[in-house]
């Protein structure tokens, strides 16, 4: 079963304009929700993160929102720049028999158009 | 400071064989991570080091994957033998303390085919 739903594969942006990448879940034991960026051939970059009991987290260009009655989340990224064009990846954190798992999502490719 | 060290960074081989990644983590960091990530998906964790000792491997296919991590630092994985579905990504990712998950540091992965 798919616990963290990314449903959109791809997204494309003007330069300057505003991302939106949701994310859906489905276990209300995740505590902690965090986007990791990919670029090819690299590993995932941890990006922002936000706590189950925060509604809204922001670091400097982007911004995390959570619905935690909708089990939903999204990330903003105002202004998107052509750098940011990347594999976007949403991951939930659960913690079983004493250690804390990812749970990640299958991602969305952002690309930003100059 | 250098990052999560992996290799090979690619690797194909045929079905039936086997093969073995090495991971090289952050000096320092006692926990360490193996993912699997099949195209078009996320990444999945297979094994969890807590130092040396294994902290979860429930996702490990253990009657074909194996993996340890001896002296608490360095770590291999090995695939014996190998399926066509095993083609994947697998990336190794290592934290200084497991309960901070937006503290994990990610290898550029090796890329394994299966023919």
């Known amino acids: 079963d798919q616990q963290v739903k990314q449903n959109s594969p791809s997204l494309s942006v003007q330069e300057g304009r505003i991302s939106i990448l949701n994310c859906d879940y489905t276990?209300?034991?995740?505590?902690?929700f965090l986007w990791y960026k990919k670029y090819p051939a690299e590993g995932p970059t941890f990006l922002i993160s936000?706590?189950?009991?925060?509604d809204k987290n922001e670091d400097g260009r982007f911004t995390v929102f959570l619905n935690k009655s909708a089990k939903h989340l999204s990330l903003h990224i105002v202004p998107s720049q052509p750098g940011d064009s990347a594999v976007y990846f949403c991951?939930?954190?659960?913690?079983?028999?004493?250690?804390?798992?990812?749970?990640f999502g299958k991602g969305t490719k952002l690309t930003v158009n100059p | 400071e250098a990052g999560v060290a992996q290799s090979p960074r690619y690797k194909i081989i045929e079905k039936r064989q086997s093969v073995a990644f090495w991971c090289n983590p952050i000096?320092?960091?006692?926990?360490l991570y193996w993912y699997q990530q099949i195209l078009g998906q996320g990444p999945k964790l297979l094994i969890q080091?807590?130092?040396?000792?294994?902290?979860?491997d429930s996702q490990l296919p253990k009657d074909r994957f194996s993996a340890e991590r001896l002296k608490g630092v360095d770590s291999t994985l090995k695939i014996q033998p190998a399926k066509l579905e095993d083609s994947a990504v697998y990336l190794c990712?290592?934290?200084?303390?497991?309960?901070?998950?937006?503290?994990?540091?990610f290898g550029p992965g090796t890329r394994l085919t299966v023919l």
């Open positions: 990712a290592s934290s200084v303390l497991s309960s901070r998950a937006d503290t994990q540091y």
């Open positions: 276990n209300s034991m995740f505590d902690y």
């Open positions: 936000i706590s189950s009991i925060k």
């Open positions: 991951a939930a954190r659960r913690s079983q028999g004493g250690s804390e798992k990812l749970v």
């Open positions: 000096s320092g960091h006692a926990t």
């Open positions: 080091f807590q130092n040396n000792g294994v902290v979860d």
